[in-house]
């Protein structure tokens, strides 16, 4: 291994949204991932970090003042959840069900197997997979 992948101490995943408070929603409430930081007013932003606890990596969303204009991309960029109990990611379905997220077909067929996809506010998806991942 390098010396460089054994110093990198943390990964975040870094985007913009002119729907924070939406998105922050869609993650916190509907997946159950933790808001772990946030700031206001940092050079005109504003930002939230949503993840696991005690992991080195998370999910940072910011809002600029100026409204960053925000496309989503390609249906088959995704967000994958590895969730190993069946029950656990049905009861996440059927919550953003409940929140006005219904699902949507994967472009890829792979994740329809074992998965089921959505689209957060601003149309990026997110696969919960039934699977305990690598």
Request: aromatic letters at 12%; glycine letters at 8%.
């Amino acid at each position: 291994m390098n010396d460089w992948q054994n110093s990198i101490a943390q990964i975040r995943i870094a985007r913009p949204t002119d729907k924070l408070s939406q998105v922050v929603d869609f993650y916190h409430k509907g997946l159950g991932l933790k808001i772990i930081g946030s700031f206001k007013d940092h050079d005109g932003y504003d930002g939230v970090m949503i993840g696991l606890p005690n992991k080195l990596y998370h999910l940072e969303f910011t809002a600029h003042k100026d409204v960053s204009p925000c496309p989503s991309p390609s249906k088959d960029n995704l967000l994958v959840f590895y969730i190993p109990q069946k029950y656990i990611l049905d009861t996440l379905v059927n919550q953003l069900i409940d929140m006005g997220y219904p699902t949507v077909s994967s472009e890829n067929p792979y994740w329809e197997k074992n998965g089921v996809t959505f689209e957060d506010p601003d149309g990026w998806r997110g696969v919960l997979m039934n699977d305990s991942g690598i």
